[in-house]
């Protein structure tokens, strides 16, 4: 018997890509067969990603855990489309994500992710409005409108009043919120935020927290990549990794 995951490998590109609209009919935004990322140091091959299955469904709010070193940041490269696997399949929305070309892969990353990190990644010289309003002014949206949409989005983040501030005359927090505005201006398939506390207090990450589960149920997709398991257990469903292995994958039980 063929493993589902050689039996992947084997089918036409026709059969790909009808494999990738059933997954969007059926509302599957993330779905990995048999991931493998693996580094070559000197004469070592290094599998930080060795043969990933994951499914992940519109509207999920899902936590990828594991100790430092397990493969978390490589998995995210490879689900946020900024690195290619070694082997295996992606698909991101539909698309097969894991047979794109360059220009083609930022192409869907800039389409379909909001990437949220841990030192937030402003623009220190430009204003809180104007950090949101970037997503926008690439993707080529007219000036009437990107304004009203980037001024809309630090509404859905409570920062309308923060607006005109530059990143240094703002908290951690507000600035954490402003790069999770940027995330989200775009309306992306997903949210993935890799340790997005980390850089915050307790208390200030725990509003940053509360701010994802009230996106989560406004419908955003939500994958969070952490080492705390305090910060993991916020999210509805937890995936853990070690050894560049998925371990376990549970519901959050409340
Ligand atoms: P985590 O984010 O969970 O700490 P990483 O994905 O950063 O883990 O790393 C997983 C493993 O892959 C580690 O052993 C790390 O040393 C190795 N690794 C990560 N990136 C590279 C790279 N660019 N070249 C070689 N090895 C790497
Ligand atoms: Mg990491």
């Given amino acids: 018997m063929p493993t589902l995951a050689s039996a992947i490998e084997t089918m036409t590109p026709e059969q790909r890509q009808q494999r990738g ?13 048999d991931l493998w990322k693996t580094y070559i140091m000197g004469d070592q091959e290094i599998h930080a990603v060795s043969g990933v299955d994951i499914e992940i469904k519109r509207g999920e709010y899902v936590a990828i855990m594991g100790p430092s070193g397990s493969g978390k940041s490589t998995l995210m490269n490879l689900i946020g489309c900024l690195d290619t696997p070694t082997k295996g399949l992606y698909y991101l929305n539909g698309k097969l994500a894991s047979d794109m070309e360059d220009d083609e892969l930022a192409r869907i990353r800039n389409k379909e992710i909001g990437f949220v990190f841990q030192t937030f990644n ?45 990143p240094n005359e703002l908290s951690g927090g507000q600035r954490q919120r402003v790069a999770i505005a940027r995330a989200l201006v775009n309306r992306p398939s997903i949210l993935l935020a890799d340790e997005p506390t980390g850089a915050l207090d307790t208390n200030t990450g725990n509003e940053i927290m509360a701010l994802f589960e009230r996106l989560h149920r406004q419908g955003n997709t939500i994958v969070l990549v952490t080492h705390e ?17 998925v371990e376990r994958d549970e519901a959050v039980s409340r």
């Fill in 21 to 33: 609209e059933q997954l969007k009919q059926d509302g599957i935004v993330i779905k990995t067969y």
């Fill in 122 to 166: 402003l623009l220190a010289r430009a204003s809180a409005l104007h950090n949101v309003e970037l997503p926008l002014i690439y993707a080529g949206v007219p000036t009437g409108e990107r304004l009203e949409r980037a001024k809309e989005t630090m509404r859905a983040v409570d920062l309308e009043a923060r607006m005109h501030h530059k």
């Fill in 229 to 245: 398991t305090d910060i993991a257990l916020h999210a509805h469903r937890v995936i853990y990794i070690r050894d560049g292995k």
